[in-house]
């Protein structure tokens, strides 16, 4: 586990070089996230998050330890109507598995609170352990699916 504080920051320019720094070098994190572009600028990724976050009704957060950014996490496709929202987050493959994603998740997990929401979703491939774990902690409501599962967990 970590022993370095987390915490989540708006998107800010300033706040994207590491980040998409890795977009360009890191493999596996391409991989992961089907990135075939290259040469991703800070002003690229900016403009790009700015779009899908108004696209998809979404705040977007970097994850951030001491100065540098290790990932983002997301409460996207905000419905009003019910309550309900979206969740994603993807981290920079070398700060995998240190408990990184798991302290971030429950920082969202109290500002979607903080919003009013009631349920959180996402869709995690099976293959994911290390999602499914962070979420499960949540007990979520978990649908099989052919590749994935469907969750949703309950705020208070």
């Keep these: 586990m970590?022993?370095?504080t987390v915490y989540l920051e708006k998107i800010i320019p300033?706040?994207?070089s590491d980040l998409a720094y890795a977009l360009n070098t890191d493999i596996v994190?391409?991989?992961d996230l089907?990135?075939?572009e290259t040469d991703i600028s800070i002003e690229s990724l900016y403009e790009k998050t700015m779009?899908?976050?108004l696209k998809t009704n979404s705040i977007t957060y970097c994850i951030?330890?001491?100065k540098k950014?290790?990932?983002m996490i997301s409460i996207s496709h905000i419905d009003k109507s019910n309550m309900s929202a979206r969740c994603g987050y993807w981290l920079l493959s070398e700060y995998r598995g240190r408990g990184y994603t798991t302290e971030a998740f429950s920082q969202i997990v109290e500002i979607a609170t903080g919003m009013k929401l009631k349920e959180l979703h996402s869709s995690i491939n099976m293959g994911n352990k290390a999602s499914l774990a962070i979420w499960k902690r949540y007990l979520p409501k978990l649908i099989d699916k052919v590749d994935h599962y469907d969750l949703t967990i309950s705020l208070k």
């Design 69 to 71: 950014s290790i990932g």
């Design 34 to 36: 089907g990135i075939k």
């Design 29 to 31: 994190l391409r991989r």
């Design 64 to 66: 951030r330890v001491g």
């Design 51 to 53: 779009d899908w976050m």
């Design 2 to 4: 970590n022993k370095e």
């Design 14 to 16: 300033d706040n994207l």
